[in-house]
């Protein structure tokens, strides 16, 4: 992304000439960034054939969902909202697979006319919806049900999923249950066993503990599935120090799994095909001195990337001209919402930065723009896409009028 000029460049295109044409703050996403982290996730996988369903929640951009698709990828949705813009996306209904543990009948009644491929159930009661559901409209649905596994992801508290005290699935003796009740339903399909411990993992031992779980509960229900859905949650390198998840031992051991268990796999991965694409690019507004540290104020907030306020995620920021001066800085990079909490990284040993120089926020490709808001009454930023070195805008800025 970078090259001998010292001047950061997405694609080929100067930061400094986009923010100048297109205003700041503003994401900017790479196609051909996007394509390397799917063909790597693709080869690593490759002996396992999986069926991928791109997470939306991940990124719902409507262009960059067609751009997934064309790329052979089906998607995992969690809203009818999610599901009416997979399928508008040209997603075919036979590669959506529907998660999430409060789906509403609307949402249960679309699904089943837009025949998607597997609403994955997390309760007794969603699964007796289901089933009300399909009897009215004189349907055979095919259902998933999750298993709550309660594996520690080793992941932050906020993004595990598969523990006992998640909200997630459920456990071994109701899930049990419900395979058997769903075998003696004239109305349901049982087609998948579906499961997902957390989200930026990078250690494969939790993927194995989760896979000797598996084994062992399929054992008990003595039941063929004809997938299981491992979900994603594959971490991704957002330190810039090589550390990412062992794909290749990950399919390693799947491919050990599948020895006893010939289901096709599901992956459900978001993150790791998104998450590096993307850049957010801010204009310094002011630099305001502090007691020990400078305060360098954004243009951009924690409404337009609440992954730091939210999560305390550290996301890499780099300047967008690199200058040869060594003087060192203290910096506390924070955008001007009137929040503690709007704030994105503070950094000892950073170059001495100007009020309206340009920064960019890295790896903000999965869940940047799709958890942004309006708080405080800001306008949504513009999103860009640069795609065969074309930069083509994918999400026209919000104006005032467009909010008042």
Known sequence: ??????????????????????????????????????????????????????????????????????LGLGADVVSIGELVRALNSGIKPNQIVFSGVGKTVNEIDYAIRKKILLINAESKSEILEIEKIAKYQKKIVNIGIRLNPNIDAETLNQISTGKKENKFGVLEKTFINLVNYSKKSKNLNLRCLSVHIGSQILNVKPYQ??????????????????????????????????????????????????????????FEPGRSIIGNSGFLISKIIYIKEGHKKDFIILDAAMNDFMRPALYKATHRIIPAQKKNNKTRKIYEFVGPICESTDKFLTTKNFQKLNEKDLIIICDVGAYGMSLSSNYNLRPKVMELLIKNSEVKIISKRQTLNDLI
């Open 1 to 70: 992304m970078k090259n001998s000029s010292r001047e950061f460049r997405i694609d080929g295109h100067k930061v400094k000439t986009l923010a100048q044409k297109y205003s700041t703050p503003i994401y900017c996403y790479s196609l051909k960034k996007i394509k390397t982290k799917l063909n790597n996730f693709k080869k690593n996988f490759k002996k396992i054939n999986p069926l991928i369903c791109f997470s939306v929640k991940s990124n719902s951009n409507k262009f960059l969902l067609k751009e997934i698709g064309k």
């Open 209 to 266: 503990k989760m896979l000797n779980v598996l084994e062992k509960i399929i054992k008990k229900t003595n039941y063929h599935f004809e997938y299981i859905d491992l979900g994603g949650g594959m971490g991704i390198d957002y330190k810039n120090n090589n550390k990412e998840l062992d794909l290749k031992k990950y399919s390693f051991l799947i491919k050990k799994f599948q020895i006893k268990n010939t289901s096709k796999i599901i």
